[in-house]
């Protein structure tokens, strides 16, 4: 096992009944609380209210600023960090799904270290990694996906320059977090779909590039994975099933807290550079729908190129029970693993998505520049512009197929 460091700073309170310790907590994190929202929809199922009269009653003064999209734009950011500034506000408090939060930490950070402006500070940018603090920031995710709730990781888009990219530092890791599934039972069948696929891509990363030096995280990971492969079909079955999405949303948490790859080596998240570098393209391209796109185009270039069947077949022999040789065992993980994506409505290609074949290359190319060393990426040797496009042109194979 090889060394490693993790810092976790977030107390996290779990289930519906923890609203009044989430609202005394966040209460001791400052008096003014920036509270920042997405579309409405947690003010209209009536899930702010609550909250909001509990941290009132602890004396907090609220400002409200509402509105983050989905692939939260750069623009967004500096507006939201400078209504912060004029507001007096001491802390920042997110409730909504990982974009909001994503946008939270980012202005937390970029408020705290006294900026303007959030682009430059994001991989590949000119100060690039240079924020150094961040606000106190306390959050409630209303989806199971992103586990925005313990990274380190906000992840901007920004439709000016058509980039993608991320800032990342452990002081924006939130402080506190509130998990609680019921705010997850309304999700959309899609968004229930795209999140199952985030968490999955969370673990496989670490997984099928760390190597075989954590026999412990590789059980963990392999937890997480058999969780969500067992639980969405529950919720695609019945959106209302209260212990799945316990389940689900644990899970999302668990995926990528640093536990998952604790012991392993480094390795570069591939498949989310890649699909960065797509929603870059493509900003309403939802991360998770990416990520299950290029999941079994990914998995086949590995076992085609020698890369990773070891990884591979232990999946298939610890997820779907497979025998025979280490091939035959990883080419059985691939084979099941894109049966389970068809059956629960995750299987597609580029071309369903709305990409053509001349995009290819110049999605290769921002990859590889932004989250590369401008030639090529690191997945157990090199990746370069075209080994990507040919993940591009795999998915081909790969049709949709509706859930009922």
Same mark, same amino acid.
């Given at each position: 096992m090889n060394s490693f460091a993790i810092y976790t700073p977030t107390r996290i309170l779990f289930g519906a009944d923890q609203l009044p310790a989430f609202a005394e907590k966040a209460a001791q994190l400052g008096r003014h609380a920036f509270l920042m929202l997405g579309g409405g929809t947690v003010e209209k199922l009536g899930y702010l209210q609550p909250l909001v009269e509990l941290l009132s009653g602890h004396g907090l003064q609220i400002t409200y600023f509402r509105g983050v999209e989905p692939n939260p734009e750069a623009e967004t950011v500096d507006r939201a960090a400078s209504q912060l500034k004029a507001s007096g506000a001491d802390f920042v408090l997110a409730f909504g799904g990982g974009s909001?939060?994503?946008?939270?930490?980012?202005?937390?950070?970029?408020?705290?270290?006294?900026? &303007?402006? =959030?682009?430059?500070? %994001?991989?590949?940018?000119? $100060?690039?990694?240079?924020? &150094?603090?961040?606000?106190?920031?306390?959050?409630?995710? %209303? &989806?199971?996906? &992103?586990?925005?709730?313990? %990274?380190?990781?906000?992840?901007?888009?920004? #439709?000016? %320059?058509?980039?993608?990219?991320? =800032?990342?530092h452990e002081f924006i890791k939130p402080s506190l977090a509130w998990l609680n599934p019921v705010f997850t039972q309304g999700l959309s069948k899609t968004v229930t779909q795209d999140g199952a696929a985030d968490i999955l891509s969370h673990v496989f990363e670490g997984y099928l590039l760390g190597g075989n030096s954590s026999p412990l995280a590789d059980r963990y990971s392999e937890a997480v994975m058999a969780t969500v492969l067992e639980t969405l079909p529950k919720l695609l079955q019945n959106p209302q099933d209260g212990p799945a999405r316990a389940d689900l949303m644990w899970s999302a948490t668990l995926a990528l807290n640093?536990?998952? #790859?604790?012991?392993?080596?480094?390795?570069?998240?591939?498949?989310?550079?890649?699909?960065?570098?797509?929603?870059?393209?493509?900003?309403?391209?939802?991360?998770? $729908?990416?990520?299950?796109?290029?999941?079994?185009?990914?998995?086949?270039?590995?076992?085609?190129?020698?890369?990773?069947?070891? $990884?591979?077949?232990?999946?298939?022999? #610890?997820l779907f029970d497979l025998q025979g040789t280490e091939k035959e065992r990883a080419d059985g993980f691939i084979e099941r693993f894109e049966q389970w994506l068809t059956q629960n409505g995750l299987q597609?290609?580029?071309?369903?998505? *709305?990409?053509?074949?001349?995009?290819?290359?110049?999605?290769?190319?921002?990859?590889?520049?932004?989250?590369?060393?401008?030639?090529?990426?690191?997945?157990? *040797?090199?990746?370069? $512009?075209?080994? =990507?496009?040919? =993940?591009f042109e795999l998915t081909a194979r790969q049709s949709v197929v509706a859930v009922a």
């Open positions: 909001v939060l994503d946008a939270a930490k980012a202005v937390a950070a970029l408020v705290a270290s006294g900026e &303007t402006t =959030i682009w430059p500070f %994001t991989q590949g940018g000119e $100060r690039a990694f240079q924020l &150094t603090a961040a606000l106190p920031l306390a959050v409630v995710p %209303t &989806t199971a996906a &992103t586990a925005s709730e313990v %990274t380190p990781y906000s992840v901007i888009s920004n #439709r000016v %320059t058509g980039g993608k990219s991320m =800032i990342a640093d536990y998952q #790859r604790a012991g392993q080596p480094e390795s570069q998240f591939i498949l989310h550079a890649i699909e960065h570098s797509l929603s870059a393209r493509h900003p309403e391209l939802a991360h998770g $729908r990416g990520l299950a796109t290029l999941y079994p185009a990914y998995f086949r270039w590995l076992q085609a190129h020698g890369r990773a069947q070891d $990884r591979l077949a232990q999946l298939g022999a #610890r597609q290609s580029l071309a369903d998505l *709305g990409f053509t074949a001349q995009e290819y290359a110049d999605i290769a190319d921002y990859a590889v520049i932004t989250y590369g060393d401008g030639q090529q990426l690191e997945a157990l *040797g090199a990746l370069t $512009r075209q080994n =990507i496009v040919e =993940i």
